[in-house]
């Protein structure tokens, strides 16, 4: 037999050598095992396919109006051969299976789509009917079948029922609550003033009529009813602002300006201080936030008028949870925003967020924030006000903004205009 030699050394006959020391006690053995065990699995892990991610695309043309609301994803496409013709279609979330679709029997150049009970409105405004500066039409939810339509742009109302406002001219403005199930009229009112509202969560429960001269009427928006009327004028005439916040009307009057609260159901005077340039003010939660020329942001005590802090850092601010998210001044010339979440009642900055473009989103849907990502596609996180932290969700390929949110569901729209929708964790 022939083969391969192993040359095993000369053998010599002496006596059996000592025993060879025992080796030291291998102390580190473990701890490189496990370093071997994890380069091991981060090897397979790199080796193995990338999930998959949940995306579905939705058709729409970039004119196209979109509305995310109440578990349904609505789009209205213009009809290529008529630009002023529209589709309506609605994909049920968060599978955006197409659940129906029927053309709009009315045309116009300007549209907007709201979903209120049952009922999904698309408001025309300039439509190519006489007299008409706008016109609602609403269908069912579930099934697309045609309801009703009436003149008039859509309010809903803390009860669940619908403000119409409609106006022609020089008309007085017209105001008519009815139910969306079948355009009912509940009451109606018509009237030569300027209308503002208060909010209640989805909806509004008090409405505001502004005439002329600074007379003033408060009235129960989801019955009619009057519950309040004043004259707020002076001899310089009516206010040059009037809004409605939370309990308070607010009112700017005079030169030198002055900012005046009243009590919304009765217009009892509250409290009157200067303006300080103020322009507008709006809800900060435990304070009323007055927004100043140019850059600044003034925060006073709702009951008294007491000034609680200043600031000439924030563009803009709006209240979430128990918290304000603030944007920093002159942060970006583009549409991505320094955000930051700030403590109310003091002002003080509690936390950063980063640089982020909001996705819309509805009443009490997440906040999202969305940005471009260096590698490409659209960066998307989940921001949490209440932990000052942005959460990563993901990253959309082929995607270019203009993103909605809602619980669970984001949808971003591409460049051809269709929509690409992820399932986001609740």
């Known amino acids: 037999?022939?083969?391969?030699?192993?040359?095993?050394?000369?053998?010599?006959?002496?006596?059996?050598?000592?025993?060879?020391?025992?080796?030291?006690?291998?102390?580190?053995?473990?701890?490189?095992?496990?370093?071997?065990?994890?380069?091991?699995?981060?090897?397979?892990?790199?080796?193995?396919?990338?999930?998959?991610r949940d995306v579905v695309t939705l058709p729409a043309q970039i004119a196209a109006e979109t509305l995310l609301a109440d578990g349904v994803?609505?789009?209205?496409?213009?009809?290529?051969?008529?630009?002023?013709?529209?589709?309506?279609?609605?994909?049920?979330?968060?599978?955006?299976?197409?659940?129906?679709?029927?053309?709009?029997p009315v045309e116009g150049r300007s549209w907007g789509i709201a979903s209120v009970g049952g009922a999904l409105l698309v408001t025309v405004y300039e439509s190519d009917m006489p007299g008409q500066g706008s016109l609602s039409l609403a269908f069912d939810r579930e099934t697309g079948a045609y309801r009703w339509q009436q003149p008039g742009s859509p309010v809903e109302l803390?009860?669940?029922n619908l403000l119409l406002q409609s106006s022609s001219g020089d008309d007085p403005i017209g105001l008519r609550a009815v139910d969306p199930c079948c355009g009912t009229v509940r009451w109606q009112v018509s009237a030569d003033a300027a209308v503002s509202f208060r909010h209640r969560g989805r909806g509004a429960d008090r409405m505001v009529l502004t005439r002329a001269g600074g007379r003033i009427e408060v009235r129960d928006a989801t019955t009619g009813a009057a519950l309040a009327t004043a004259d707020l004028g002076d001899s310089g005439g009516g206010p040059q602002i009037t809004q409605v916040v939370n309990d308070l009307l607010v009112t700017i009057t005079g030169s030198p300006a002055t900012i005046t609260a009243y009590g919304l159901d009765r217009l009892e005077r509250r409290w009157s201080v200067p303006a300080r340039q103020a322009e507008f003010a709006f809800d900060c939660g435990p304070?009323?936030?007055?927004?100043?020329?140019?850059?600044?942001?003034?925060?006073?005590?709702?009951?008294?008028?007491e000034p609680r802090w200043y600031s000439d850092r924030w563009s803009w601010v709006f209240s979430y949870g128990d918290r304000l998210v603030a944007s920093v001044a002159n942060s970006s010339g583009t549409r991505l925003e320094q955000l930051v979440v700030l403590d109310p009642a003091t002002g003080r900055e509690v936390a950063e967020l980063g640089g982020w473009e909001l996705a819309q989103s509805g009443f009490g849907n997440p906040l999202v924030g969305v940005r471009r990502h260096?590698?490409?596609?659209?960066?998307?996180?989940?921001?949490?006000?209440?932990?000052?932290?942005?959460?990563?969700?993901?990253?959309?390929?082929?995607?270019?903004?203009?993103?909605?949110?809602?619980?669970?569901?984001?949808?971003?729209?591409?460049?051809?205009?269709?929509?690409?929708?992820?399932?986001t964790p609740d």
């Open 158 to 160: 803390a009860d669940g």
């Open 73 to 104: 994803f609505v789009v209205l496409d213009p009809v290529p051969a008529r630009p002023t013709q529209r589709t309506l279609t609605v994909y049920r979330m968060p599978g955006g299976e197409r659940v129906w679709q029927t053309p709009v």
């Open 374 to 423: 260096p590698d490409g596609g659209l960066y998307v996180a989940r921001l949490d006000v209440s932990a000052g932290k942005a959460r990563p969700l993901d990253v959309l390929p082929g995607v270019a903004g203009s993103c909605q949110a809602s619980v669970g569901v984001l949808l971003c729209q591409r460049v051809d205009g269709s929509y690409r929708l992820l399932r």
């Open 287 to 305: 304070v009323l936030c007055l927004h100043l020329g140019g850059v600044g942001l003034w925060a006073v005590d709702p009951a008294t008028g």
């Open 1 to 52: 037999m022939t083969g391969p030699v192993i040359d095993l050394g000369e053998l010599r006959h002496t006596s059996e050598p000592a025993p060879l020391p025992r080796p030291p006690r291998a102390n580190g053995r473990p701890l490189r095992c496990a370093l071997v065990l994890l380069l091991v699995l981060a090897t397979l892990a790199a080796a193995a396919p990338t999930p998959r």
